[in-house]
């Protein structure tokens, strides 16, 4: 079983940017693929990014292409989750999780959240 902490969220104007940071804990740790999922208040969950156990191949949802970037670093035990030109709809509860493939990340581990809200 792997343990997740998500943390650095907090409150950002729009255009800023924030690192948000999953520490995760377990013998299989970097054996795992991570990804990162958010909830806005009164919608779905959905998915953000996610990268496989090497960092070799990563996956973003269309609207965080090109503003926001996945990464590990597996000594540590961390991923990362780099947000740049935030905009008020990424304003959300942003969940770490972990799973055995990309393909399976959103039925793995679960972290408890961190909350970004994104000013305009």
């Known amino acids: 079983q792997v343990q997740l902490v998500e943390s650095g969220g907090g409150l950002v104007q729009a255009g800023g940017s924030l690192r948000l940071s999953c520490a995760a804990s377990g013998r299989i740790f970097s054996s795992y693929a991570k990804g990162w999922f958010r909830q806005a208040p009164g919608k779905e969950r959905e998915f953000v990014a996610a990268?496989?156990?090497?960092?070799?191949?990563?996956d973003y949802a269309d609207s965080v292409k090109g503003r926001f970037t996945i990464s590990r670093d597996n000594a540590k035990n961390m991923v990362y989750l780099q947000m740049n030109s935030l905009k008020p709809e990424d304003t959300a509860v942003y969940y770490c999780?972990?799973?055995?493939?990309?393909?399976?990340?959103?039925?793995?581990?679960w972290g408890q959240g961190t909350q970004v809200t994104v000013s305009s």
């Open positions: 990268i496989s156990w090497s960092g070799g191949s990563t």
């Open positions: 999780t972990a799973s055995s493939t990309i393909a399976t990340i959103a039925l793995g581990s």
